[in-house]
């Protein structure tokens, strides 16, 4: 049984946080050939980091992040990672990630979290985009999610758009299976919309989402982009249906053009 409750603000351990930089940071680096950019940009105090999800369980792209914002900026400016509960509630994963700062995504744990001016790392994809197909891997697939978008405008928080380019190619997903999940149920009981088929080291072709696999050693690309401010905060500016559409497609699509321009520079070397 885990001594972590992942509603708890106070499970992150700096300790923790350095070992881990130290130990993989520098492995993370050489395997993914990887270069992390932008971090001047990042504003002090309460943030909203917003990143594209890739690689399953394994997210590398906040991996590769964390590795280089930790040295640079400090325990100030790592995020604390809204976390699906089901993923980091796994046991063994519990343990790793929620003294990172990983705490159960909820609008509550967001807020209180702003309130102490922390910074907080949330996915909008989720599992469809961590999850979507090998065609899709240079997209950025939010499926029409906007709490994120919500959240900032009711905290009156920047948004800071971090995008990953390469992270989704450390395996290959055939199909989302977002069919099989709903003839499954899982998205009734476990709130996941997809259930791939993969083709994954040393696995080989899985269906479903649960393995932890070992990475193809791709180049993974990391920018911060510069914080987006938007004009109206607070919870009638939230409640507007309009202005959080339009929020969500300015930020949608500041990401994904960076994505794009990632992905063709990773192309082209």
């Given at each position: 049984?885990?001594?972590?409750?992942?509603?708890?603000?106070?499970?992150?351990?700096?300790?923790?946080?350095?070992?881990?930089?130290?130990?993989?940071?520098?492995?993370?680096?050489?395997?993914?050939?990887?270069?992390v950019r932008g971090l001047d940009t990042i504003p002090d105090g309460a943030a909203l980091y917003v990143g594209n999800h890739n690689g399953g369980l394994l997210m590398p792209e906040g991996f590769v992040f964390g590795a280089a914002l930790y040295p640079k900026l400090g325990i100030n400016a790592m995020p604390y990672g809204l976390g699906h509960e089901v993923a980091i509630a796994l046991p063994g994963i519990r343990d790793i990630v929620v003294p990172l700062g990983a705490v159960r995504a909820s609008h509550?744990?967001?807020?209180?979290?702003?309130?102490?001016?922390?910074?907080?790392?949330?996915?909008?994809?989720?599992?469809?985009?961590?999850?979507?197909?090998?065609?899709?891997?240079?997209?950025?697939?939010?499926?029409?999610?906007?709490?994120?978008?919500?959240?900032?405008?009711?905290?009156?928080?920047?948004?800071?758009?971090?995008?990953?380019?390469?992270?989704?190619?450390?395996?290959?997903?055939?199909?989302?299976?977002?069919?099989?999940?709903?003839?499954?149920?899982?998205?009734?009981?476990?709130?996941?919309?997809?259930?791939?088929?993969?083709?994954?080291?040393?696995?080989?072709?899985?269906?479903?989402?649960?393995?932890?696999?070992?990475?193809?050693?791709?180049?993974?690309?990391?920018?911060?982009?510069?914080?987006?401010?938007?004009?109206?905060?607070?919870?009638?500016?939230?409640?507007?249906?309009?202005?959080?559409?339009?929020?969500?497609?300015?930020?949608?699509?500041?990401?994904?053009?960076?994505?794009?321009?990632?992905?063709?520079?990773?192309?082209?070397?």
């Amino acid at each position: 049984m885990s001594r972590y409750d992942i509603d708890s603000l106070d499970n992150r351990d700096e300790r923790h946080v350095a070992r881990t930089v130290a130990t993989l940071g520098a492995f993370v680096s050489r395997y993914f050939r990887s270069e992390v950019r932008g971090l001047d940009t990042i504003p002090d105090g309460a943030a909203l980091y917003v990143g594209n999800h890739n690689g399953g369980l394994l997210m590398p792209e906040g991996f590769v992040f964390g590795a280089a914002l930790y040295p640079k900026l400090g325990i100030n400016a790592m995020p604390y990672g809204l976390g699906h509960e089901v993923a980091i509630a796994l046991p063994g994963i519990r343990d790793i990630v929620v003294p990172l700062g990983a705490v159960r995504a909820s609008h509550d744990n967001a807020m209180r979290l702003f309130a102490r001016g922390a910074k907080v790392l949330v996915y909008p994809g989720g599992d469809i985009e961590a999850m979507r197909p090998w065609r899709h891997r240079d997209r950025i697939v939010f499926g029409g999610r906007r709490g994120y978008i919500r959240l900032a405008i009711t905290a009156g928080v920047p948004i800071v758009p971090v995008v990953a380019a390469g992270a989704h190619q450390t395996f290959m997903i055939l199909d989302d299976g977002r069919w099989l999940a709903k003839l499954l149920r899982a998205d009734k009981l476990f709130r996941l919309k997809a259930w791939p088929v993969t083709l994954c080291m040393p696995w080989g072709v899985v269906v479903g989402p649960g393995l932890v696999y070992w990475p193809w050693p791709t180049r993974i690309l990391v920018e911060a982009l510069p914080p987006i401010r938007f004009d109206r905060s607070g919870e009638a500016a939230a409640a507007d249906p309009d202005y959080v559409r339009q929020c969500g497609e300015l930020v949608e699509a500041t990401m994904q053009a960076a994505l794009t321009r990632l992905a063709a520079e990773r192309a082209a070397k």
